[in-house]
Each structure stands twice: as structure tokens, then as C-alpha cells.
């Protein structure tokens, strides 16, 4: 598909229309391709952790909440 836009020397251009389901317009914001990017480069690097259940995420993510209140950020 193709978006025809007329300019004013005549010329006709041809623009790749880009169809977008509005609900997902988010994913293509410039700020989220930048998240994307730096969290590929950070598995790209092993900068992750990997968890075996649920359960150990949230553990995970509780601990890293009380380092963190206690170096009072």
C-alpha cells in the first residue's frame, strides 16, 4: 500500500503507507524502539536473570526493593 501525495512541482511521490493497529502504536514510538534496543544489548551482553517460578521473581524483585529502601533511594 502506498500513500499518493501530490507536490507542487507536479511530481506524484509514492510513500509505503504503514498500517498500525492503533492499540499497538505504543510498540513504535521512538522511546519504545530505544527500550528495545537497550534491552536487547543488555541479553546480549547477560546482563539478566533468569527465574525458575514466579514465586522467585517476585522474591527477587522484593529483595532488590528492600536494598534499595535501605540505601534510602
Not at 20 to 31: D, L, Y
Not at 48 to 55: H, K, P, T
Amino acid at each position: 500500500m502506498f500513500d499518493v501525495v501530490p507536490r507542487d512541482d507536479g511530481v506524484i511521490e509514492l510513500r509505503p503507507k504503514i498500517s498500525v493497529n492503533p492499540t499497538q502504536a505504543w510498540f513504535h514510538s521512538r522511546r519504545w524502539q530505544q527500550m528495545e534496543r537497550e534491552a536487547d544489548e543488555d541479553l546480549a551482553a547477560g546482563r539478566v536473570e533468569r527465574f525458575e517460578s514466579g514465586e522467585d521473581f517476585l522474591a527477587a524483585l522484593e529483595a532488590e526493593d528492600a536494598r534499595l529502601r535501605a540505601e534510602g533511594r
